[in-house]
């Protein structure tokens, strides 16, 4: 007879053939006609369902926090525009509660580091701290606070390895993965060394309590929850530390089932084990709440100062800008002006001798001068109010001769000795005047102090004397120098000026001239370079005699080269002029 074994064994394949025939394989048929329907089902109690489990373990935020939090980076990072435009309107009023609550916060710090730092409170404390061989943060959070939660440790239990922290404050990960190392080892050793029962269960830890910090461990079947806390525990911590557990495993099953050393999997579980971090402050013992006044105070004093310091630069800035319309003045010009304060102000310009006195504008434009270090030094201008006052005061002293300006052109008309148009010219000529640039003396005519002086005989000596005059002036060069300077200028104004002079008295004598430019150089150097370097010197005081308006035919250009006379060898590196004439009479 078949045993009840047997029997059991054969209705129990028989009901397993049944379920077949009205199922199917693999219960298809019942999985197949839910898929049909199973968006329909799911949507239609998808939310009560969300709803029920919230209530039920919270766990539905937990599970969508890191999703939402991806979803807003990627649209940050791809859409930006559209997700400011979308945040615009709330943002204004985000930003006034943030400030407020900013500002409300960095008081009661202020006032909380004051009390807790200036006070014999904090000083007693600071003096406890090293006393006691801890920090002083770490004394000042055991007095203000009965418990807090600094680090909380998320540890696989089979390997020991750390799959996720959180902390406080920004403690690096490397100790974070000495602490998992340190508790699995402890953790083992306590289990290994102790047994509680016939079963043979290995003893785990509960906790771990140093002189800073106590240690609550709390095990689950693949990790374990471990929080580092300061003061006293309460039981809140530790059914906290276990409701956290059971969600961990209820969420990440899979993943810590099948860990294979890779943590990247459990960083979602911030949310998580962030609200493992509890904290409980001390109640001060008076309930009347101590106005911040030292705190209020040094605000007030920083915004006073601040105050203070805007308005002196305001006023150092508009200073600034008045002094600098000095600049503007004709003949100044301000190389540097440095302003520490509206009473200390340094100065430095460069002024023309017939421009405004610095001190009188100054004073003109209530700006106390003795206020002021002035550095003044003298330059010659040529702007052309300066211009006009040095005319000015030259036309006082020719009061024959007609001065007027023609678009900038100052042109002289009158009769003049050749002296006196001599002395004019040098005149005008030392006051920033170059005729043919700024000066016009083609109405200016030439004659004798005497009716004398019209003679055929005093015309010549004037010939002559103009010629020993041009014959007297050479200009000296640096060595190995070509270039004309403005000094040079000056007497090749001068030359042109006597070659003025000479013209209508050689076609009132029927005399033929032209003038003679030397070149020379010393004795030092080979004699090819000599003769190269005294024909340039030569070549560049024709050109500039060119500009002024002498005809280069009128001129002839040589050089000598070197010349070997010990007297004057080493400084014959000039260029010398001489008149040529021949009388056609």
Request: hydrophobic letters at 40%; one cysteine or more.
């Amino acid at each position: 007879m078949p045993t009840d074994a047997a029997k059991e064994a054969e209705s129990a394949q028989q009901l397993e053939q049944v379920r077949t025939l009205l199922l199917g394989k693999d219960n298809s048929r019942i999985t197949d006609s839910l898929k049909k329907d199973a968006r329909k089902i799911v949507a239609e109690v998808i939310t009560e369902a969300l709803h029920d489990r919230q209530q039920k373990d919270n766990s539905v935020d937990k599970v969508l926090q890191p999703f939402v939090e991806d979803s807003v980076q990627i649209s940050v990072a791809h859409n930006s525009e559209q997700m400011v435009i979308s945040l615009y309107p709330i943002v204004g009023s985000l930003v006034r509660k943030s400030v407020a609550a900013f500002l409300s916060d960095f008081m009661e710090r202020t006032n909380q580091l004051i009390e807790n730092s200036l006070t014999i409170k904090g000083l007693t404390w600071r003096f406890k701290a090293r006393q006691g061989g801890v920090s002083y943060s770490q004394y000042a959070a055991s007095q203000t606070f009965i418990y807090r939660v600094e680090h909380v440790f998320l540890i696989h239990r089979e390997t020991g390895l750390l799959l996720n922290t959180v902390a406080l404050d920004n403690e690096s990960k490397s100790d974070a993965d000495i602490v998992s190392a340190m508790l699995t080892a402890i953790n083992d050793f306590v289990g290994d060394s102790f047994l509680t029962n016939d079963d043979r269960l290995k003893e785990q830890l509960q906790s771990v309590t140093t002189e800073n910090f106590t240690l609550l461990i709390k095990p689950g079947p693949s990790a374990l929850v471990v929080a580092a806390v300061s003061g006293n525990p309460p039981q809140s911590i530790s059914n906290q530390l276990q409701i956290t557990v059971e969600n961990i495993h209820s969420l990440y099953l899979e993943e810590l089932n099948n860990f294979d050393g890779d943590n990247q999997q459990f960083n979602k579980t911030d949310s998580l084990l962030r609200d493992c971090l509890l904290s409980e402050q001390k109640t001060a013992p008076s309930s009347k709440k101590k106005t911040p006044w030292f705190a209020w105070a040094i605000v007030c004093f920083i915004m006073l100062y601040a105050g203070y310091q805007g308005l002196n630069w305001l006023k150092t800035s508009q200073l600034h800008e008045k002094i600098m319309q000095l600049d503007a003045q004709p003949g100044v010009i301000i190389k540097q002006l440095n302003i520490d304060d509206i009473n200390t102000i340094t100065l430095d310009v460069l002024r023309d001798p017939d421009a405004i006195k610095i001190s009188d504008w100054l004073n003109a434009n209530a700006i106390n001068s003795a206020n002021v270090k002035l550095i003044e030094r003298n330059y010659y201008s040529l702007d052309a109010p300066i211009l006009h006052q040095r005319v000015d005061r030259i036309n006082a002293n020719y009061p024959n001769i007609n001065f007027t300006w023609q678009n900038n052109m100052l042109v002289l008309a009158g009769t003049l000795s050749i002296s006196e148009t001599e002395q004019l010219l040098n005149a005008l000529g030392l006051a920033g005047f170059t005729v043919g640039n700024n000066l016009d003396t083609s109405q200016l005519q030439l004659t004798s102090s005497n009716a004398v002086a019209q003679s055929k005989q005093i015309k010549q000596q004037v010939f002559n004397d103009i010629i020993g005059r041009i014959a007297s002036l050479q200009l000296n060069f640096p060595v190995a120098a070509q270039t004309v300077t403005p000094e040079m200028r000056l007497t090749l104004q001068k030359i042109y000026q006597y070659i003025e002079q000479l013209t209508p008295l050689a076609e009132s004598l029927n005399i033929n001239f032209g003038l003679l430019i030397l070149g020379s150089s010393d004795n030092t150097g080979s004699s090819s370079t000599n003769r190269i370097i005294s024909l340039q010197r030569a070549n560049n005081a024709a050109d500039v005699l060119q500009e002024h308006g002498i005809d280069k035919a009128q001129m002839f250009v040589t050089g000598l080269g070197k010349i070997d006379i010990n007297e004057i060898s080493t400084k014959a590196r000039t260029v010398m002029f001489n008149i040529i004439h021949i009388n056609n009479n």
